[in-house]
């Protein structure tokens, strides 16, 4: 539902900026805070569910102090615009991904996902919360008016497809939705189409044959869009993606925020990533023994398969980051990852 509808009045983006602008203002002088903020997940979906149980958290460690109004399924704009809204005070914060913010600085693209840099989401938490990866990535959002505040990561992803995809071989002029950034240029160097779509257009596109498989989420998730209703081919485990979903608020916002609130948003952040990944890692496994008794063909890529992807994505990695941040931030995950051992 549109906030119009929800107000029941017809509102113009700027009429509505200017509303919640002094909705902020009020609130940090009466004790309270009032946060709008738009996912792009919809309600059915594990993600969905779980965002939901932050505002829970956040509202309950509160004691009602915090107030969140979380729309689903990118239903004030679309995904990629939700930050834009955010900065602009459309929304006061964006639950979506930094990846979808590669247009204004490739940068972001490392505030997401490397794409095949880290194997599980342990890895990419403690670079944020230990590698000082979090002050890193505020470097990068505070230009842009934004404060990162926390990353939920549901682990690597599964393609989702009508055509098989056992090898990169597979990948030769197969139609996909992919995010915007660094995907549609692996995945095109591999010989794939890539079509940037929105999360709420890959059902229908992948029904009407427009595209033959889609990037978008991992086993749980790509079930809850109701994907392999349709492709009957997906890989397990993941290896191509794995999204780091962020929260990001109006930096302006953000700073009228008592500490107290910050603190509580922050600390539910980190509550939500173990929740987040550790659920995601039982119902995929569940998930993979249920969709093969459906019959979906589930591909485990080979060694040597998996090298000749990791290998495209290391290139990538060095034609994408094409910016001072996006450089800054690339050799700080690079740093981190051969510093466990997990890079040569």
Known sequence: MSIAKKLGIAV???????????????ASHSGKTKLRIQTHFSTETLSGKMAQQYVKDVQEMSNGEIEIEMFYASSVVKSVE?????????????????????GKNPAF??????????????????????GDGKAALNKLYNKYKMEFVGWWIPGPES????????????FKDWKFRSPPGLATKVFANLGASPIVMDFNEIFTALETGIIDGAD?????????????EIGKHTNYPGFHSM??????????VWDKMP?????????????????????????NAENAVALRAK??????????????????VQKGWVEFATTPEAKDLLEAHIKFLKGMGAMK
Request: some cysteine; charged content about 15%; hydrophobic content about 45%.
């Open 295 to 312: 019959g979906i063909n589930l591909y485990e890529w080979s060694p040597e398969e998996l090298a000749k992807y990791r290998d495209a």
């Open 216 to 228: 978008a989420a991992n086993l749980t998730n790509n079930i809850g869009l109701g994907l392999y």
């Open 259 to 283: 500490a107290h609130h910050q603190k509580i948003m922050s600390v539910a952040m980190e509550a939500l990533a173990l929740r987040n990944a550790t659920i995601n890692e039982v119902k």
């Open 159 to 170: 393609l989702a497809s009508t055509k098989p995809i056992r090898n990169t071989a597979d």
């Open 82 to 102: 939700t930050f834009d809204a955010a900065v602009n005070g459309i929304l006061d914060c964006d639950m979506t991904g930094g990846a979808y913010q590669t």
């Open 243 to 252: 999204p780091a979903d962020h929260l990001a608020c109006n930096k302006k």
């Open 12 to 26: 113009t983006a700027a009429a509505f900026a200017t509303a919640t602008m002094g909705s902020a203002f009020a």
């Open 109 to 130: 693209q490392f505030a997401g996902d490397l794409m095949g840099g880290y194997g599980n989401p342990y890895q990419q938490m403690s670079w944020m919360l230990n």
